[in-house]
């Protein structure tokens, strides 16, 4: 069962623009592809939604290539307060069965 | 802006007893969903629920659970015999696909931490 998976940690510092990759290979044909942040002990909060091509909104911008099977959230200039987790959410289609996979996740630690 | 709440915020329990998490979605939405986060590990999807019934649910989502809207504006989720394992943050989400070109944006509560002693 393929995974739907992310890179662990990335570390930047404050100004910079920082991009989280999300590996999706499984991503159900109509379903589109979520990004969330999340602080210690708070549920994930909705940052951007795509379906294809590219999404801007006021704090992010996501980027879909033309087969979908992966994504990538762009944040433009990162302040400490981005310190957060970054979780993409697909849905995937496997076997007859639908459900919601969280990707595995990215630490981004922000410096000052 | 509205929110989905959950209460309790906390809840201990001892083994073998039987919890239920509960939740307010958005007022307006139409879609309800459970997930659970094991400390440390990612979010994982349980069980979706659409027209009171599951439209969705993964293979955690065994005979131990359930889920019931039992008025118009609570959502459950029970566990009926709980075990050392089920110890994990329980969120609850709710969604709108209607809203126009936006489907299915899932908003998430804060999440109940269940402690299973």
């Known amino acids: 069962l393929a995974k739907t998976t992310q890179p662990i940690s990335m570390d930047s510092y404050e100004g910079q623009e920082v991009n989280i990759t999300c590996s999706h290979n499984?991503?159900?044909?109509?379903?589109?592809i979520t990004w969330y942040q999340q602080f210690p002990s708070q549920g994930p909060r909705f940052i951007i939604q795509g379906y294809k091509t590219k999404v801007t909104n006021e704090v992010a911008s996501l980027f879909i290539p033309a087969d979908r099977k992966s994504s990538t959230l762009s944040l433009p200039r990162v302040s400490l307060s981005d310190t957060a987790v970054y979780y993409c959410?697909?849905?995937?289609?496997?076997?007859?069965?639908?459900?919601?996979?969280f990707g595995t996740g990215t630490r981004l630690k922000v410096l000052a | 802006e509205p929110e989905v709440t959950q209460t309790p915020s906390h809840q201990v329990t001892q083994m073998g007893q039987e919890v239920i998490l509960r939740c307010v979605p958005i007022s307006n939405h139409l879609y309800f969903y459970w997930y659970r986060q094991i400390l440390g590990q990612k979010v994982e999807f349980l069980v979706s629920?659409?027209?009171?019934?599951?439209?969705?649910k993964s293979e955690i989502f065994d005979d131990q659970f359930s889920v019931e809207r039992p008025d118009g504006s609570n959502f459950t989720l029970k566990i009926r015999s709980t075990k050392l394992e089920d110890s994990a943050m329980y969120f609850c989400?709710?969604?709108?696909?209607?809203?126009?070109?936006?489907?299915?944006?899932?908003?998430f509560g804060a999440g109940t931490r269940l402690s299973v002693l």
């Open positions: 499984n991503i159900a044909t109509n379903d589109y």
């Open positions: 989400a709710s969604s709108d696909p209607g809203r126009g070109v936006a489907k299915n944006i899932q908003y």
């Open positions: 959410l697909v849905g995937e289609r496997t076997s007859g069965t639908y459900k919601y996979i």
């Open positions: 629920f659409y027209n009171n019934e599951i439209s969705e």
